[in-house]
């Protein structure tokens, strides 16, 4: 497939863009850089930065994620340091403003409980009639969590609070607005002294939003995996590492302390709930209506050794190489979505990848390091036995929980952590498409001596031998009767747009960038610049939550699209426009 692509930092004049009957020209301030743009032959769509909101805080994940309120034209952000969320009035997207902030901490909840200093925000949705709900786990993040209410149409009141499970990652509410639902992650403690279950709590919502200070307790149900313990444990799900008890000190429920629910995305009815279990590679499926988990199936894993699966496995080799490879890569994916085609309902997943590192436990090391510290070796009739050095697998991070020969003296298979892709699955675990290679192929022939550069700073193959550009952020939108996914890179930075109409046949769009790659942030910090100046200049750094406006709601008259970028501390509104041809 041959594109049209500016180059990373000498960047040419943008291509000329006129927009359908329903997308309306709006008025832009300039950006500070031209943003970095990869389209193919055949685009239809990209899009184009309008307006930032930044807060200046560098890598404290102070712009997370990204929800918006169609009938006040607000987009609602996450400040997790400041267990907050910011409401911006984005009426003119060039100069989103602050309006308020709604703060979590001092909401007493249903079950007599209060949010405590050093409290967490993690996550935000806003139903239509501004019912803002707020997932916010314990400043002891092993205990209990909550979900906070408040008013998102008016001026960010607490409308009340309920106790959730523990680390509450992420919520939604259901296409109904009858329903929350929040995926309660169960990390462990950092030390890995505790690790409570992980479980989905479902919460019955009222019809009128000011009966949110209504909600008792019992209003709230939670899915757990008890019914998954031991041998009913489908194959191939990962339950790995210590043993360790929960806070009661039970050693009860192996399977559902090692589970930890991610992210979730509810079907057109309703009625079911799709959660990612990222370290797991797995997705659970739920009965919302009962709140009970029905199913949990393994993702399986991708084969680097097949043509078009390739990845560049080393940051030591000088080059970017995408080739293939004798290992395997989990898909263990972050955000999930999903949409209708005919009857049928599609699950999009951006396949992070994502290790444990707990106490004295951890699961990766670098393939050239098997074999030392009481590590088995590779065996030596592996295809990968003779690519060891640092240009070849040898600085490849792979997992030391999966690939053992049966009986334990050396690794079989090497697997690494991260599908470096976006997929599209059945909703029985059937993988529809795979982007495969594309990522990193398009973003080497877009970035140059930036490909799989880190966020924090500007490097070449920074990322290679971990997990490339790391798509993590994902949503889904519909323009001029197509459907497009739209997934974000964290590490690269930047969006990918995949036209995903026909699951089967989805193709690759165009891939933008706001940021400026010849800023290396750590390297300037470490040399006395200043952070705001710094950052101002940057761009864009660590897309991490994503959320897609259609024409009718958006305050351009256009689909628009916003970015939270947590290394940046900033949110990006853009334009979603059409492409002319030349």
């Known amino acids: ?17 006129t927009l359908p009957l329903a997308l309306s020209a709006s008025a832009a301030s300039p950006a500070p850089f031209d943003p970095v743009e990869h389209l193919a032959d055949d685009a239809r769509i990209t899009i184009d930065p309008i307006g930032t909101y930044s807060t200046g805080v560098f890598d404290e994940s102070a712009q997370e994620i990204v929800a918006y309120h169609a009938l006040t034209r607000r987009m609602f952000t996450v400040d997790a340091a400041a267990a907050q969320v910011r ?18 901490t001092g ?18 949705a806003v139903r239509p009639d501004g019912l803002g709900v707020i997932a916010v786990e314990s400043d002891v993040k092993t205990d209990l969590g909550w979900l906070v209410f408040f008013d998102a149409a008016g001026r960010g009141a607490a409308l009340g609070a309920v106790r959730v499970g523990s680390l509450p990652d992420m919520v939604t509410i259901t296409p109904d607005g009858r329903t929350a639902v929040v995926a309660n992650e169960g990390e462990p403690a950092d030390d890995f002294s505790v690790d409570p279950e992980g479980s989905v709590s479902v919460v019955d919502l009222p019809v009128l939003k000011r009966k949110a200070s209504s909600l008792r307790q019992k209003d709230v149900a939670t899915a757990d995996f008890h019914a998954f313990e031991g041998a009913n444990l489908p194959d191939g799900v990962r339950v790995f590492g210590p043993d360790v008890a929960d806070a009661s000190g039970s050693l009860e429920h192996r399977v559902s302390r090692n589970l930890e629910p991610e992210y979730v995305t509810v079907d057109s009815r309703s009625r079911t709930a799709y959660v990612t279990l990222q370290e797991a590679n797995a997705i659970a499926v739920v009965d919302l209506k009962r709140a009970k988990v029905t199913d949990v199936w393994s993702l399986g894993a991708k084969d680097h050794s097949v043509v078009g699966q390739g990845i560049d496995p080393s940051d ?40 444990r590192e707990w106490g004295d436990y951890v699961e990766p090391a670098r393939v050239k390091d098997l074999g030392d510290d009481g590590l088995a070796p590779v065996c030596a009739d ?27 003296s050396c690794y079989e298979e090497l697997y690494a952590m991260g599908g470096r892709s976006f997929s599209i699955w059945s909703t029985d675990g059937e993988l529809v498409f795979d982007s495969g290679e594309q990522l990193e192929e398009v973003t080497a022939a877009a970035l140059g001596d930036a490909f ?12 290679s031998d971990d997990k490339g550009p790391e798509p993590e952020a994902l949503t889904l939108g519909e323009v001029s009767g197509r459907t497009y996914a739209f997934v974000g890179l964290e590490r690269a930075s930047g969006v990918m747009i995949f036209d995903v109409t026909s699951p089967r046949r989805t193709e690759f769009v165009s891939y933008v960038s706001n940021r400026d790659y010849s800023v290396s942030v750590e390297d300037a910090l470490d040399d006395g610049a200043d952070v705001g100046e710094t950052l101002a200049a940057a761009g864009d750094l660590g897309p991490e939550g994503i959320t897609f406006v259609p024409w009718y709601a958006s305050p351009t008259w256009q689909p628009m699209l916003a970015v939270a970028n947590e290394v940046s501390g900033t949110t990006t509104l853009y334009d979603v426009e059409r492409v002319t041809r030349r």
Not at 1 to 17: E, I, K, V, W
Not at 107 to 124: F, K, L
Not at 383 to 407: E, I, Q
């Open 1 to 17: 497939m041959s594109r049209r692509t500016r180059p990373l930092f000498a960047l040419g004049a943008a291509a000329a863009l």
């Open 87 to 104: 409401a911006l009035d984005v009426r003119r997207p060039e100069s989103p403003t602050e309006l308020f902030a709604v703060q979590t």
């Open 107 to 124: 909401v007493q909840a249903a079950d007599g409980s209060v949010v405590p200093e050093g409290a967490v925000a993690n996550s935000v």
């Open 316 to 355: 030591r080799d000088d080059v970017a190489d995408v080739r293939t490879v004798p290992v395997k890569g989990l898909y263990m994916p972050d955000t999930i979505s999903s949409y209708q085609v005919g009857r049928e309902t599609y699950l999009v997943t951006a396949n992070e990848g994502d290790a």
């Open 382 to 408: 592996s295809p990968a036995a003779a690519l060891l050095d640092d240009a070849d697998l040898g600085r490849l991070n792979v997992t030391t929980a999966s690939g053992l020969r049966a009986d334990g």
């Open 452 to 463: 799989n550069t880190n966020h924090s700073e500007t490097g070449f193959e920074g990322r």
